[in-house]
């Protein structure tokens, strides 16, 4: 049977954590197949610099449309989740593609770390995504052939030690969407997940200079660009999950057949990746992407 390539021409698809490396990469490339591109991000900076990289949005002008655009808010926030919401009915009128991408960590350890920073990583990382796409869903449903891409993580089937915050809201969001994604489907939305291993983000730069978890560098990290492709390959052939790195994907949910066993398992993979880590960290120093300061090592950009 052959599949069909998802139409992207004419679309609005709107991307959370829009400002960011996976959601940059993401909206240029399905900008590129012709969509129009929202970016939710509370970054107005960082968003603007992406949607002046975008592909012009095709018939926007002629039709006098909004064409890409930036909307800022806090997405823990309902108010402004709900203001946000209010605008794209108000100018585009439904959403054709909803990507769940905002997201955090944290490297500080949980015996240390405070009550507000642990309900705030599972805010942006649990609750936001959840009821985004529930207070979506009517432009959702005003849209033709609906989709819902949420990045998870393969946190989100791994325990990952030195931040068990972020595994925990994975491995919920995770769950989440894979129920979600079965009542979903037969009322006509379509949904799935990705699960990317370590991807060379901001996000995973600063885990990375913070002493966050060593496990991630046992490879070296991918691309966004990587991550995005898959996440377009979700809409061409619409499943519950896909994984970047399908290997890396076997390998931790084998392990996870025997849980107990973990303790032991651990430092085999300990050492390659503590290695691993400090060549990452060498790569950004090489790239301009870090510099040390004082003897500290810092983020550039």
Known sequence: MTRRRFNATGKVVVVTGGGGGIGGAFARQIADRGATVILVDIRPQAAD????????????????????????????????VERILADIEANEGHIDVLVNNAGMTSAERFDERSAESIELELNVNLYAPLMLTRLAIPLLRAGTDPRVVTTVSLGGIFPLGETPIYTASKFGLRGAMLAISLDLRDKGITAGSVLPSATDTRMLRYEALEGGNEMQFQDPPQSPEHVAATMIKLLDRPRLEVYPR???????????????????????FRGKGERGLKKYIASLRERGIVET????????V
């Open 293 to 300: 300061v004082d003897g500290v090592d810092r983020l550039v």
């Open 246 to 268: 399908p290997s890396e994907s076997w390998l931790v949910r084998i392990a996870l057949l025997v849980p107990n066993q973990l303790p032991r398992l651990m430092p085999l």
């Open 49 to 80: 610099a992406v949607v002046a990289s975008l592909a012009d949005s095709p018939g926007a002008a002629v039709e006098k449309k909004p064409g890409h655009r930036v909307l800022v808010g806090d997405l823990t926030q309902r108010t402004d």
